[in-house]
């Protein structure tokens, strides 16, 4: 059974810092692509940054520059480094994998990033 569990969100002030964290299990990491949605209340799930098994990465235009996203196959994790962090920032964060062997789509729990002075 494939699980991904996020870490890492928590309260932080405008201007800092966080590192998201996602595990993978169930299923063979490298061959993944990944990626980090987020969904603020009242708004829909929307796509923040990804990165494929190649290791090509996107991200929205709200957090280029400041959002970067990057993986360890040894351990089977996908990171989100988050700088310079705005209000507008604030939501549940997801990690999400496409299984491309499968044709899968797995979701993370989500983990509350607000930012707030």
């Known amino acids: 059974q494939v699980q991904l569990v996020e870490s890492g969100g928590g309260l932080v002030q405008p201007g800092g810092s966080l590192r998201l964290s996602c595990v993978v299990s169930?299923?063979?990491?490298?061959?993944?692509?990944m990626a980090w949605y987020r969904q603020a209340p009242g708004k829909q799930r929307e796509l923040v940054a990804g990165i494929t098994r190649g290791r090509n990465t996107n991200y929205a235009d709200s957090v280029k520059g400041r959002f970067t996203i990057s993986r360890d196959n040894a351990k089977n994790t996908v990171y989100l480094q988050m700088n310079s962090l705005k209000p507008d920032d604030t939501a549940v964060y997801y990690c999400?994998?496409?299984?491309?062997?499968?044709?899968?789509?797995?979701w993370g729990q989500g983990t509350q990033v607000t930012v707030s002075s």
């Open positions: 999400n994998a496409y299984l491309p062997t499968r044709r899968e789509i797995y």
């Open positions: 169930g299923s063979i990491f490298s061959f993944n692509d």
